[in-house]
């Protein structure tokens, strides 16, 4: 890059910029499309009790299904997905993982057991992998970027909208379809997998409408307008045949013995971990899950290293980037738990109904998470503007002001108390999402927002999701309660803590320095 165009985009990206109007209702697009992807994913957690008891299943088997068989695909899917979105369509992209979830939502409704489930949850987890890198790549491109955050944090919205109105509407659907219904329902249907089947068609339909959206310009918010690459799905493809197993070993072995070696001896150590964990919790299908998503990500990112150098560099090298991530992880996993088990806590300890439990924690949950990230994204955008590292005090705030609720929560046998605190716990760990999210995009070149946002998701899903749920659902099913099992996912708060502390410090000089770091890894900026 010349001194000429850098000046241009530092111009461009501290300039007053007026947002167009289409960038507005682009984003209320893409904010439907979140809450019908937390629908989607986070139903699970209203039918929890009536699959149980239907499938004959355990709290373990029902947190693999909700996090681990979701989370590791939605995860290791992410990461070629995330390289489509940073070298094709992302509109088209977005649409074709609206029409795969939704498709696998409904089949979800079809499942006669727990194997036929968890194919369906990996379907549900493989589509909605398009849709945070298209998102969060195109609104980067549609918001300048000094209201990325408060952007970003709109979009993250859907994610609280859509899992509280998942327990409303969840809740609703199984009582009356089981009142309706006590024997012989259409198609042998039990409440659980109606609720499933309705849910999931109206996303078939909004894909129609998602196809309609205008691609923009690669870069433009910045002054560094990207050309499309000739051929954007060979990158596609070599991620994708670098992070699923067994092509990893093909991928290693294209660098030589060496690399093979590497690879060959993390899959040793990967596997040991993932088997001895097995054996401790007496759950293979756990461990085989994350042994195969970690070792598939070290697969992936020792060939991202050697395939693209700036991109590793400045992600993966750069600890600023993985202590935020890391540190928002920990916010991700005390959530992801204490909004999967809150309904089956307030059914199974407090005896409140399904659709009881669904109004008083779905309805508030969702103005809650609604407020809590977008009042923490506008924060988290006046913080950066007084502190390059601002934006990392609201992730911090996020983590530790939600801990006493969740404490409370999973100790009280006063639902009216259980309410109030889920609704605080959710409003205060929410607020979290846009400060970290915006954080990571400014890290990073505009190519690579999508991989930036794949690498962000995995700190979300194979740290967060894929093991936050499964851990309060193992200890409840070790020990025999619940509340111990919720009272567990506090151990994130130190570590988080001290993953954001590192974070904090280190920011500042990480985006000062992103240019000169790129080109160094041999970026063409010119």
Not at 103 to 129: D, H, M, P, Q
Not at 333 to 362: C, D, N, Q, V
Not at 432 to 441: D, H, K, P, S
Not at 475 to 484: D, I
Request: hydrophobic share 50%; net charge neutral; proline share 5%.
């Amino acid at each position: 890059m010349t001194e000429v165009t850098a000046d241009r985009a530092d111009a461009s990206a501290t300039a007053p910029q007026k947002v167009p109007a289409y960038s507005w209702y682009a984003l209320g697009v893409l904010v439907v499309i979140y809450v019908l992807n937390f629908i989607d994913r986070n139903i699970l957690s209203i039918l929890a009790e009536d699959i149980k008891a239907d499938l004959g299943l355990g709290d373990d088997q029902i947190g693999f299904l909700y996090g681990t068989a979701f989370g590791v695909f939605y995860a290791l899917f992410g990461i070629p997905l995330g390289k489509l979105a940073d070298s094709w369509h992302r509109v088209r992209l977005m649409t074709t993982g609206l029409a795969v979830w939704s498709a696998f939502t409904v089949l979800s409704g079809f499942a006669k057991n727990f194997a036929t489930l968890s194919v369906a949850r990996i379907g549900v987890g493989v589509g909605e992998a398009t849709a945070s890198p298209s998102a969060y790549s195109l609104i980067s491109d549609w918001f300048p970027k000094k209201m990325r955050a408060t952007a970003l944090a709109i979009y993250s919205s859907g994610l609280y909208i859509g899992g509280g109105v998942s327990l409303l509407i969840g809740g609703e659907i199984v009582e009356r379809w089981n009142e309706a219904f006590p024997t012989d329902a259409p198609f042998g249907l039990a409440g659980w997998q109606a609720a499933f089947i309705i849910v999931g068609l109206p996303g078939l339909l909004l894909a129609c409408i998602v196809f309609t959206l205008r691609e923009p310009l690669r870069g433009e918010s910045e002054g560094l307008v990207t050309p499309p690459p000739v051929d954007p799905f060979r990158g596609f493809v070599r991620e994708l045949l670098a992070v699923i197993p067994p092509f990893t070993l093909i991928g290693a072995l294209s660098a030589g013995t060496r690399g093979l070696i590497i690879n060959l001896a993390g899959l040793l150590v990967i596997g040991g971990v993932a088997y001895a964990m097995s054996v401790l919790t007496a759950n293979v299908q756990q461990w085989v899950a994350i042994g195969v998503g970690y070792y598939a990500i070290f697969s992936w990112v020792t060939t991202l290293k050697r395939r693209d150098g700036a991109a590793f560099r400045l992600i993966w090298g750069t600890p600023a980037f993985l202590t935020t991530v890391l540190g928002y992880s920990m916010v991700a996993f005390m959530s992801y738990a204490a909004s999967f088990w809150a309904a089956p806590y307030a059914i199974r300890i407090l005896e409140e109904a399904p659709s009881t439990a669904g109004w008083w924690i779905g309805g508030p949950g969702a103005v809650a998470g609604f407020l809590g990230v977008i009042a923490g994204g506008r924060i988290a955008d006046w913080l950066r503007e007084r502190n390059p590292a601002g934006r990392l005090l609201m992730v911090a705030f996020g983590l530790v002001a939600a801990a006493p609720f969740l404490f409370v929560m999973f100790t009280t046998q006063d639902p009216v108390v259980f309410y109030i605190c889920a609704f605080l716990q959710s409003l205060f760990g929410s607020s979290a999402l846009g400060g970290a999210a915006a954080t990571t995009q400014d890290l990073v070149l505009p190519r690579m927002r999508g991989t930036a946002t794949a690498t962000f998701f995995l700190g979300t899903t194979l740290v967060g999701l894929a093991l936050g749920p499964y851990m309060a659902g193992q200890v409840s099913a070790m020990t025999g309660s619940l509340s111990t099992g919720g009272l567990s996912l506090l151990v994130a708060v130190p570590i988080g803590l001290v993953m954001l502390a590192i974070a904090y410090r280190t920011v500042p000089a990480a985006e000062a320095t992103l240019i000169e770091r790129a080109r160094a890894a041999g970026e063409p900026l010119d």
